[in-house]
């Protein structure tokens, strides 16, 4: 028996399913789950001292790697001073500065303790400034886990959203309608009928959370479009394109502005931070300046604010993206190569530093139907062959991977290879 199977059976006791967090469960791909006793830079360590070369970077904060060395310094410097006040820090106005500095559109920014928190605030606001209930997503995006956003569509393209999960009323997910990600024509004709009743739009610029699907051309322009034209408010989700994609996020790499934009993940450079904002006429919404609430004991915590503030200080080095993206290249073109030279029917998308492996004819993979057409599980083998050989990826089909700047491309090329030997016995 592993350290990590010991170790799972004694967290099932008192943790439900053993994990604080669904997807670490391996679910999906079926097996035990992997327990990390630590990381630094590209690879992540089990308790039984393997070692993986990690695709999964703690699902996207860790766009420097683990434990990178100046964001685990500052992290100490500043706990020494106390871990939280409850009172107001100069290193928040720091980080809020930064964060308006680096992204369009950004006049003001609230610092939240999650990706969860962000949106969820965020929708609330858009409500609250428009004085509207309905809000628009899309199928197979992922918000974080709030009422309003966990909804998946109604049979039929125009109908009511259904709750997603027991405990969700279904009078509030009525208000979510869900649309087909990458269908202009579904928007056009939502908005021509609904639109003057719509509060918002919130979409994940690149999807992550069913696999890696990027915009087409014209999708996220039409979302501006009609929020234009009905005073919707454009919630762009940025919780994990954010300062990945590029330093500007999907926005600054696609040209698309938001009204509000949510961030989290990289933010806080694996603390727990998150954080929305947008255009000071709706941000003075917000509460004290406005009547929407929205608080938080831990917000702005002094030492998560710190890990941030060093992780963007350091991502906005000089030809910090271009290297990101090129290993990102690296990879996909090279497990591509693996899948072809055995002759599985095999894909890949990405976007900046992320990407998505699947298992499909179709040569491009541009919605949630599509991912769902894939051979899942093939995708699973090839997960449990890859963690074998000692790759990480995430452990369900339905995840982007991530590149970080500590992946060298000796651990690239070390992936293919270990890709090629997967490939050839799935
Ligand atoms: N939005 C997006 C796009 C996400 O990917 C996630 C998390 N994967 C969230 C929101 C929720 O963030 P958190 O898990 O920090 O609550």
């Not at 003001?108 to 309905?134: C, N, P, Q």
């Not at 997603?164 to 009525?174: E, F, I, Q, T, W």
């Not at 919605?367 to 449990?384: A, E, K, W």
Request: aromatic content about 8%.
């Amino acid at each position: 028996m592993s350290r990590s199977d010991s170790l799972f059976s004694s967290a099932q006791r008192h943790i439900p399913g053993g994990v604080n967090s669904p997807v670490r469960a391996f679910k999906a791909v079926g097996g035990t789950p992997v327990f990390f006793e630590k990381a630094a830079g590209a690879y992540a360590y089990d308790a039984d001292g393997k070692r993986y070369i990690d695709y999964v970077q703690s699902w996207g904060p860790m766009v420097l790697g683990h434990a990178h060395p100046a964001v685990i310094s500052a992290v100490i410097e500043k706990a020494q001073d106390g871990l939280s006040f409850g009172a107001p820090t100069e290193i928040e106005t720091t980080l809020a500065d930064k964060v308006c500095e680096i992204f369009p559109g950004m006049d003001m920014v609230r610092m939240v303790s999650s990706g969860t928190e962000a949106t969820m605030s965020a929708i609330r606001l858009a409500r609250g400034y428009t004085g509207r209930d309905k809000i628009v997503k899309f199928e197979g995006c992922y918000h974080g886990h709030s009422d309003s956003l966990l909804v998946k569509a109604g049979s039929g393209a125009l109908t009511l959203g259904v709750p997603n999960s027991p405990g969700v009323p279904a009078d509030l997910a009525k208000y979510t309608l869900t649309l087909e990600y990458n269908n202009i024509d579904a928007v056009r004709t939502l908005f021509a009928e609904q639109g003057n009743s719509i509060a918002a739009i919130i979409v994940e610029p690149v999807a992550g959370n069913m696999n890696c699907i990027p915009p087409i051309p014209g999708f996220l322009e039409c979302l501006r479009e009609v929020c234009d034209e009905t005073g919707a408010v454009l919630i762009i989700d940025e919780v994990m394109t954010g300062f990945r994609v590029s330093l500007t996020g999907a926005q600054g790499h696609y040209g698309v502005q938001a009204d509000l934009t949510c961030l989290g993940k990289v933010i806080g450079g694996g603390m727990p931070v998150g954080a929305f904002g947008g255009k000071r006429e709706i941000m003075e919404h917000i509460a004290p300046l406005g009547p929407v609430y929205q608080a938080g004991t831990l917000s702005g915590n002094p030492v998560a604010m710190a890990a941030g503030l060093k992780t963007l200080e350091l991502i906005a080095a000089e030809g910090f993206y271009d290297e990101l993206n090129r290993k990102t290249q690296r990879l996909v073109a090279g497990v591509q190569a693996a899948a072809d030279k055995h002759g599985i029917p095999f894909t890949t998308n990405s976007a900046g530093s992320m990407f998505g492996f699947f298992f499909n004819e179709a040569d491009k993979v541009t919605n949630y139907q599509q991912v769902m057409s894939g051979d899942n599980d093939r995708f699973n083998r090839f997960f449990h062959a890859m963690l074998e050989e000692g790759v990480y990826l995430a452990p369900a089909c339905f995840e982007a991977g991530f590149m970080s700047q500590a992946h060298t491309n000796e651990d690239i090329d070390a992936t293919i290879a270990a890709a090629d030997r997967a490939m050839e016995r799935i």
